[in-house]
T-cell receptor
Framework: DVKVTQSSRYLVKRTGEKVFLECVQD?????MFWYRQDPGLGLRLIYF???????EKGDIPEGYSVSREKKERFSLILESASTNQTSMYLC???????????????FGPGTRLTVT | DQQVKQNSPSLSVQEGRISILNCDYT??????FLWYKKYPAEGPTFLIS?????DKNEDGRFTVFLNKSAKHLSLHIVPSQPGDSAVYFC????????????FGPGTRLSVLP
């Protein structure tokens, strides 16, 4: 069974704090993703990574950065948290396309971040 | 501008009847589509997929239909069960961009006993 774990289920931070969200997957997936989910907007891609030390901006990268030092681990960093970053953050992983392996993404349980 | 649309925010269906969830897309380059189910306080879980070379894919009670000319897909759940109550997301990807999927806003399905 694929397992994607996220470091926290719930997090409360103050405006201006630096926030780290960690994600670990155990399926040897090449791809890892960070999304945020907001009501009525679905899942919006923040960043993704297709290899160690590689990263690509998604649709809403502003205010976020990422780090992928090991294949199984992908971190999302909020350099200076703001109230409009209050959201549900979801990590996902998948195989690379073109390898003949399933393309679907496997998601972690999410981190509900509140910035006050 | 949303490339993947799910125009019904919510849907209620009686247990045992058919649930039909709809999804429309605007990007003609999309060639692979998936449906995910999400329960509260959990991450989305993969349900079923379809490639653009097919117009139908079945897996048990779940069937996805793809109409490429209309840029429309639908998920049918027959028969619906109370445990199917969840938010359903449609997602689409184009082969060239590859690893990324664009998600719709979701439809909340309630199956009433």
């Amino acid at each position: 069974d694929v397992k994607v774990t996220q470091s926290s289920r719930y997090l409360v931070k103050r405006t201006g704090e630096k926030v780290f969200l960690e994600c670990v997957q155990d399926m040897d997936h090449e791809n890892m993703f960070w999304y945020r989910q907001d009501p009525g907007l679905g899942l919006r891609l923040i960043y993704f990574s297709y290899d160690v030390k590689m990263k690509e901006k998604g649709d809403i990268p502003e205010g976020y950065s990422v780090s992928r030092e090991k294949k199984e681990r992908f971190s999302l960093i909020l350099e200076s948290a703001s109230t409009n970053q209050t959201s549900m953050y979801l990590c996902a992983s998948s195989f690379l396309p073109g390898t003949g392996k399933p393309l679907e993404q496997y998601f972690g349980p999410g981190t509900r971040l509140t910035v006050t | 501008d949303q490339q993947v649309k799910q125009n019904s925010p919510s849907l209620s269906v009686q247990e045992g009847r058919i649930s039909i969830l709809n999804c429309d897309y605007t990007n003609s380059m999309f060639d692979y589509f998936l449906w995910y189910k999400k329960y509260p306080a959990e991450g989305p879980t993969f349900l079923i997929s379809i490639s653009s070379i097919k117009d139908k894919n079945e897996d048990g009670r779940f069937t996805v239909f793809l109409n490429k000319s209309a840029k429309h897909l639908s998920l049918h759940i027959v028969p619906s069960q109370p445990g199917d109550s969840a938010v359903y997301f449609c997602a689409a990807s184009d082969g060239n961009y590859g690893q990324n999927f664009v998600f719709g806003p979701g439809t909340r399905l309630s199956v009433l006993p």
